[in-house]
T-cell receptor, first 114, second 115 residues
C-alpha cells in the first residue's frame, strides 16, 4: 500500500510558464511534508516543506500548497526555468517524534523546455 | 561544509561476493538513513538510526542485509552474499534533531551492480 503517490511520472512545460507537481497521500497521521529535487547522478536535495497546520508555504519561485481534507499537496514553480528540469519527490513524515522517518513518492520528472 | 559522503560511488561485483557501502553523515547530525532506489520500487527506506541506535529496520529486505553505525560519523550497509536483484542505487542521508520535521541531506549514492 503506497501511502504517498505522485500519479504523474512526467511533466513537460515551456520556460517561463508555471509547473504544477501533484502529490496525494493516504495516511492522515502525516503531519509534515517535504519536496526534494534530484538531478541525475546526484542525491535528492531538499527544496521546500510545509507543516500540516499551514496550507501554503512560499520560497521564491517555489510554493507548496496543502489541502488536508483532500490529502493532497502540490508544488508550484513560477516561472519555470530550464535548470528546474529534474525529478521531484514528495515526502511525508507521519510522526514528528520519530526522528524524521519519511515516506517518499515515486517522483515526477519535470522537463522545462527553452 | 562537507555534505554526506558515500563510498564507493560505483561498485561492480559478482554475485555471492560481500559488498560494503560506507557513509559519513554531516557532522552534528544525529539521524542517519539508508535508502535503495530502483525503477520498480522507487526510493525505499531500508533502515534508520537515531543517535547511533537502529530505530526501524523493517525495510531491510533480507537477512543478507545488515547495517551498523559504530559512531556518530560513520555507517556501513553490508550485503552478504550479494545477488543480481540487489543491483540499485543506494543512498545515505542524515538529518539533525529528534522531532522529525527536519529535511534530510542525501549523499550522491552508490551505484551497485551485481553480475
Amino acid at each position: 500500500d503506497q501511502q504517498v503517490k505522485q500519479n504523474s511520472p512526467s511533466l513537460s512545460v515551456q520556460e517561463g510558464r508555471i509547473s504544477i507537481l501533484n502529490c496525494d497521500y493516504t495516511n492522515s497521521m502525516f503531519d509534515y511534508f517535504l519536496w526534494y529535487k534530484k538531478y541525475p547522478a546526484e542525491g535528492p536535495t531538499f527544496l521546500i516543506s510545509i507543516s500540516s497546520i499551514k496550507d501554503k508555504n512560499e520560497d521564491g519561485r517555489f510554493t507548496v500548497f496543502l489541502n488536508k481534507s483532500a490529502k493532497h499537496l502540490s508544488l508550484h514553480i513560477v516561472p519555470s526555468q530550464p535548470g528546474d528540469s529534474a525529478v521531484y519527490f514528495c515526502a511525508a513524515i507521519g510522526d514528528s517524534t520519530n526522528a524524521g522517518k519519511s515516506t517518499f513518492g515515486d517522483g515526477t520528472t519535470l522537463t522545462v523546455k527553452p | 561544509d562537507a555534505g554526506v559522503i558515500q563510498s564507493p560511488r560505483h561498485e561492480v561485483t559478482e554475485m555471492g561476493q560481500e559488498v560494503t557501502l560506507r557513509c559519513k553523515p554531516i557532522s552534528g547530525h544525529n539521524s542517519l538513513f539508508w535508502y535503495r532506489q530502483t525503477m520498480m520500487r522507487g526510493l525505499e527506506l531500508l533502515i534508520y538510526f537515531n543517535n547511533n541506535v537502529p530505530i526501524d529496520d523493517s525495510g531491510m529486505p533480507e537477512d543478507r542485509f545488515s547495517a551498523k553505525m559504530p559512531n556518530a560519523s560513520f555507517s556501513t550497509l553490508k550485503i552478504q552474499p550479494s545477488e543480481p536483484r540487489d543491483s540499485a542505487v543506494y543512498f545515505c542521508a542524515s538529518s539533525f534533531g529528534d522531532r522529525g520535521n527536519q529535511p534530510q541531506h542525501f549523499g550522491d549514492g552508490t551505484r551497485l551492480s551485481i553480475l
